[in-house]
């Protein structure tokens, strides 16, 4: 399970518009889960530059190890931990495909924000089982 803070929520939403017709990508930080419950509770994001080829960012995103590694330090200073990454679907459901199968790990929350004609829509969060053969849906709840 995965909760938003609702301004997370609505960052992700316009990230996703202002990147259309292309994919935005970024962090999804908060603190460490509870070893009890293991819900994330986001409170915060980190959005990134999609360093794919700029012909191909409406259907890929990439993110490099420099803006992983200064992610991580920064969410380290401020008590907090990646999470998880999220990304839009310019025109496409916010189904993973497989390319981000392949590009994803498990523990980390994958939210998908499906932008169409310009207008973000359904927001989901994927697992990566741990085997790495398919993802599993996740619970999103939004809080005030
Ligand atoms: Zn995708």
Known sequence: MIALNA?????????????????CCGFLLGPPPSAHSGEKRIDGIAAVENAWEPGEQYHRFVI???????????????????????HSHPDHPARPSDYDREQAM????????AVEKAKAHEVTSWN???????????EVTVWQ
Request: glycine fraction near 4%; aromatic fraction near 12%; proline fraction near 5%.
């Open 7 to 23: 301004e997370v929520e609505q960052r992700i939403r316009v990230e996703g518009e202002k990147a259309y017709p292309n994919e």
């Open 64 to 86: 490099t190890p420099e803006d992983f590694m200064h992610a991580e330090k920064e969410a380290l200073k401020q008590n907090r931990e990646i999470l998880g990454i999220y």
């Open 128 to 138: 990566l089982t741990a085997d790495r053969d398919h993802f599993l849906e996740e």
């Open 106 to 113: 498990p523990y980390y929350s994958y939210i998908i924000v």
